[in-house]
């Protein structure tokens, strides 16, 4: 019997990944990026009002590209056995569309319109409505909708988006009929019916974003969305009330797109799901393992067999819904709003005057000008790591706050900001540096006293992203303030390859998700393990990020 492969689809924050798997082994035999080319112009985002929007022309046009780059080279023969694909994106990352399921940005009229395209995860216009959202579901008098979410609404999530833009677009509120997810919408988009009615909605998106629950029968009831705004008045009905865990068939490859990719219309598409949720498959995620996906933000998920949570509800955490990572078991979900971003922050601080005054040095040619800029910032977190590496854990005295992007666990507030304290004339950028390391490993550690306050135990950590894989000061840090060892990913598109995983059991090579990771898992490259030295000294440390926390948010 030939060998099958599968495609999984990864599309992220500023590119889309295609991988051709092969499912007997978890080889990838072919692999393609493509970066967004309106997004990386800086078009329809306003970073000074948390504005972040991609138009689906990015994601139609990387679909396409990423898919035939990862099948260049390859043989007839594996092309000919491609039988599933996958697709993970990014969420919550909501688009208002016609009856048709057409994003309005496809539509005369829409094309520039920031309130028509996808609204990143990132996006956090929506604070205000987050809040009222919080406010109601505690005080209209019927079910708290917001329980099976940790009890705190976000605004990077889909109700309060959509209430956002509106409230902020005559035109939008005018001629959207529906919103779709982008996990969604692609599968939709690949098997021909992207009719709002009809698409299968993802039970990632829908549990952890939308307050989608069994317990509802579905999305909250219309009273609440009514009452909440009248703008939201009668879309509930225009919305979903099932959703489909990642092991789903959604439809084939229309003709058109299997041509479009070189593939056959045999090739079945399953149901979207988000990347985080597929990285912790790749990443093999198990019962009671706690796996760190760590880029510019974290997503730190859990899976427990059912019987043995119950109906436990865990608080401040960014849901708890059945089959969202692993079907049949539950997931829970929770995270840092910044993590690499803050590192990114910090070197676009230092970058400044290479960017604004070196750049203007009218003796210097463009070419050596360039090269400058090119290597101080390819060497910068490097160079940051290897002095800040040098420094005794309790010699720098300064204590910093990771919310400079919002919190969003425990306890989801995006209106929270950053800190930094305890400076003096000898705090240099490798101090500075490090205190900014230790605040997202002591973020990391409060999602970590949340879970087992709340009753999970956590019986390993697993890491993955750009991250785990690049910068051993980082982990050694986290791992230290852990007090756990870490585990990081061998694979290096783990995303991707869970989404493959998810792919081989929709197309019926594997009968479920475990037995695609024991079959297609990549293992483990390194552990990390504590320094129970440095661990105990970080225990005073994490004290006083605590209290930082307290005075910073009660000040807000």
Known sequence: MAKKYVIGIDYGTDSVRSVVVDTTNGKICGTAVFEYPRWKKGNYCDPSINQFRQHPLDYIEGLEQSVKGALTGLSPEIVKNIAGITVDTTGSTPVAVD????????????????????????????????????????????????????????????????????????????????????????????????????????????????????????????????????????????????????????????????????????????????????????GEIKPYYLVKVMGTSTCDMIVSPMEEVGSKLVAGICGQVDGSIIPGMLGLEAGQSAFGDIYAWFVQLLMWPVNNIIAEMSWLDDNSRKKIRDESAEKMIAELSTQAESLPVEETSVIALDWMNGRRTPDANQALKGAITGLSLGSDAPRIFKALVEATAFGSKMINERFISEGLRIDGVIAIGGVAKKNPFVMQIVSDVLNMPIKVAASEQTVALGSAMAASVVAGIHKDIPSAQLAMGGGFETEYHPNRERAEKYETLFRKYKELGSFIEKSA
């Not at 919080?134 to 209209?140: D, Q």
């Not at 692609?186 to 039970?203: E, F, Q, V």
């Not at 079945?268 to 498959?281: L, W």
């Open 99 to 282: 009856k048709e399921g057409t994003p309005l940005s496809l539509k005369q009229g829409f094309e520039n319109d920031p309130d028509a395209m996808f609204v990143l995860w990132k996006d956090h216009t929506g604070v205000k409505e987050a809040a009222e959202i919080n406010i109601l579901a505690k005080s209209w008098g019927g079910t708290d909708f917001t329980k099976f979410e940790g009890g705190i609404y976000s605004s990077e999530w889909f109700w309060s988006k959509i209430l956002h833009v509106l409230r902020h677009s005559d035109n939008v509120r005018k001629n959207a009929w529906s919103w779709v997810e982008h996990c969604d919408w692609i599968p939709a988009l690949l098997t021909g019916d992207t009719n709002p009615s009809r698409i299968k909605r993802s039970r990632c998106a829908a549990g952890h974003k939308a307050m989608w629950h069994d317990d509802f029968n579905g999305l909250p009831d219309e009273k609440f969305l009514s009452k909440l705004d009248p703008v939201l008045s009668g879309l509930r009905e225009k919305l979903f009330s099932e959703t489909f865990a990642c092991n789903t068939k959604v439809g084939n490859l229309t003709k058109e797109w299997a041509k479009r990719l070189g593939l056959s219309t045999d090739v079945v598409v399953g149901a979207g799901t988000f990347d985080a949720h597929t990285g912790a498959v790749g």
